[in-house]
């Protein structure tokens, strides 16, 4: 395998994991995953960690296998599908959890329209308290609507 297709796989894996965090998001954490996912829609949660924080090791699981298998017996595509989880779980945690919630106080001066956009749609999802009813389970790709100046 060559090294294009290698790029290939682990940015077309990044990509695909919108979609999987998207239906996780909507069917899991709003479904029967709600347990762990009630106290991240609670306003003020006072605690550094959130059982909501589990879920970073719901998606790390598979990441680490499949780099394990992807070096066994020699480099392999499952490789790049684990690095392609990885770096969207990177993603995740900058916007989510740096950017939007502010959890921690690294890049809170930002004016990028990008960066708006994505923060008022997640706004928009969290003004639902309870698991029914939300709206907006993407987390890098949104409604254009929420990119709007004007609003």
Same mark, same amino acid.
């Given at each position: 395998?060559?090294? $294009?297709?290698?790029?290939?796989?682990?940015?077309?894996?990044?990509?695909?994991?919108? +979609?999987?965090?998207?239906?996780?998001? %909507?069917?899991?954490?709003? +479904? #029967? +995953?709600?347990?762990?996912?009630? @106290?991240?829609?609670?306003?003020?949660?006072?605690?550094?960690?959130?059982?909501?924080?589990?879920?970073?090791?719901?998606?790390?699981?598979?990441?680490?296998? /499949? #780099?394990?298998?992807?070096?066994?017996?020699?480099?392999?595509? /499952?490789?790049?599908?684990?690095? +392609?989880? =990885?770096?969207?779980?990177? $993603?995740?945690?900058?916007?989510?959890?740096?950017?939007?919630?502010?959890? #921690? %106080?690294?890049? @809170?001066?930002?004016?990028?329209?990008?960066?708006?956009? =994505?923060?008022?749609?997640?706004?928009?999802?969290?003004?639902?308290?309870?698991?029914?009813?939300?709206?907006?389970?993407?987390?890098?790709?949104?409604?254009?609507?929420?990119?709007?100046?004007?609003?």
């Amino acid at each position: 395998m060559n090294i $294009a297709i290698y790029i290939a796989v682990t940015t077309l894996t990044f990509i695909v994991m919108e +979609g999987v965090t998207w239906c996780t998001h %909507k069917y899991v954490m709003h +479904g #029967f +995953g709600w347990y762990l996912h009630e @106290d991240h829609h609670q306003p003020g949660y006072p605690h550094v960690f959130e059982k909501n924080d589990a879920f970073f090791v719901v998606f790390a699981i598979p990441s680490i296998s /499949l #780099f394990y298998f992807g070096i066994r017996p020699e480099l392999n595509f /499952l490789f790049f599908i684990g690095l +392609g989880i =990885l770096l969207y779980g990177i $993603a995740y945690f900058l916007v989510h959890d740096v950017l939007i919630h502010r959890r #921690f %106080k690294w890049f @809170d001066k930002t004016n990028n329209q990008y960066l708006k956009g =994505l923060r008022k749609a997640h706004k928009i999802h969290h003004k639902h308290m309870g698991k029914h009813d939300g709206e907006c389970f993407g987390m890098l790709f949104v409604p254009f609507k929420y990119f709007n100046k004007r609003q």
